[in-house]
C-alpha cells in the first residue's frame, strides 16, 4: 500500500486478565471495531516498561484509551482503596499513566471512554470518587447488574454540553442522551482540563485537555456501544479519526522535509 494512503496507527492499550493459570493481554472487541470506524488500523499495545514506550509512540498517529471492568488504583491519587472487591488493574496503570502525559506533550490525538477518561485526569493530577453513588447529591451511575448487555448499556439519562468547546462544536447545544455503567467518576478535576459536558447531578461526563497541542476529547459514557448506529458516536469517532490523519500527515510531511533538506 502506498505510504499516502496508510490508515493512521492508534494504540490502544490492554487491562490484563488471569485466565485459569495463566494471565492475559485483553481488549474488548467493541473498542477496536469502534477504531476501525474511526478509520484507524488499532495498534494493541501490551505491557509495556519506560524503554518501549517511545517506541509505540514513536509508531502512533492517535491514542485510544477504553473502558474496563478495573479501576485506576488510587494510590495514583493518593488514597486508599475504598472498596476491596472492586477489580484493579496495576499494570494497565503502568503503561497508561505516563502514556497519557507523553502522549499529550506530544500532540497526539486523543481519545478517552470511561475508565480512559478516569485515567486520564489521574495522570494530569486530578482525583476520582471512589464510589459516586455515596458521595450527597449524586446519583447512582452504575447499571444494575445481571442485565443483557443491550439493557445496561441502553441511554439513561441525558448530559448537558456546555457552550464553546470541543463538543459544542461537534454536537451542537443540545442535550444528548448517553449510557451509564460506572460507579467512579471525577472528583477533583486536573488543571489545564475543560469540562465539555456534566449529567443532571452536575458530575463531569465529558472534558478536554485544554494545553493539548492536539485532539483530545474524553468522555465518561461508552459511545463505543453499537457506535455504527449512534450519530452522536460516529460524529466523535470520525472527528478523532480526522485528527488522527492530520497528525499523521503532518508528521510525514516534517519526515520528508527533513530527508530532502540539504542541510540535513
Not at 444494575?144 to 439519562?157: D, F, R, S, V
Not at 458516536?233 to 522535509?257: E, I, W
Request: aromatic share 6%.
Amino acid at each position: 500500500m502506498s505510504t499516502a494512503l496508510r490508515k493512521p496507527q492508534i494504540l490502544v492499550p490492554v487491562c490484563n486478565r488471569q485466565l485459569g493459570d495463566h494471565p492475559f493481554h485483553v481488549v474488548g472487541k467493541k473498542y477496536i471495531d469502534a477504531v476501525r470506524l474511526a478509520g484507524g488500523l488499532p495498534l494493541v499495545v501490551p505491557n509495556a516498561g519506560p524503554d518501549e514506550l517511545e517506541d509505540w509512540l514513536a509508531l502512533a498517529d492517535g491514542v485510544f484509551l477504553t473502558g474496563s471492568p478495573s479501576n485506576v488504583h488510587p494510590s495514583h491519587f493518593e488514597e486508599d482503596v475504598h472498596d476491596a472487591e472492586l477489580p484493579l488493574d496495576p499494570d494497565r496503570d503502568a503503561l497508561t499513566l505516563p502514556l497519557i502525559r507523553r502522549a499529550t506533550a506530544m500532540g497526539l490525538p486523543l481519545f478517552a471512554i470511561c475508565r480512559g477518561f478516569q485515567e486520564t485526569n489521574v495522570a494530569l493530577g486530578g482525583s476520582l470518587h471512589q464510589a459516586v453513588q455515596e458521595q450527597p447529591g449524586l446519583a447512582d451511575h452504575r447499571a444494575p447488574k445481571g442485565l443483557p448487555p443491550q439493557i445496561a448499556y441502553a441511554e439513561q439519562h441525558a448530559v448537558t454540553v456546555l457552550p464553546g468547546g470541543r463538543l459544542h462544536a461537534l454536537l451542537g447545544t443540545g442535550p444528548v442522551q448517553v449510557n451509564s455503567l460506572h460507579g467512579q467518576g471525577v472528583n477533583r478535576l486536573a488543571p489545564g482540563l475543560r469540562i465539555e459536558a456534566v449529567a443532571p447531578d452536575g458530575l463531569v461526563e465529558a472534558f478536554s485537555i485544554e494545553p493539548a497541542r492536539g485532539f483530545s476529547l474524553c468522555v465518561q459514557w461508552h459511545p463505543e456501544w453499537q457506535a455504527a448506529d449512534n450519530p452522536v458516536s460516529m460524529a466523535l469517532l470520525q472527528a478523532f479519526g480526522q485528527a488522527c490523519r492530520d497528525y499523521r500527515d503532518q508528521v510525514r510531511s516534517l519526515r520528508h522535509d527533513s530527508k530532502t533538506d540539504p542541510e540535513t
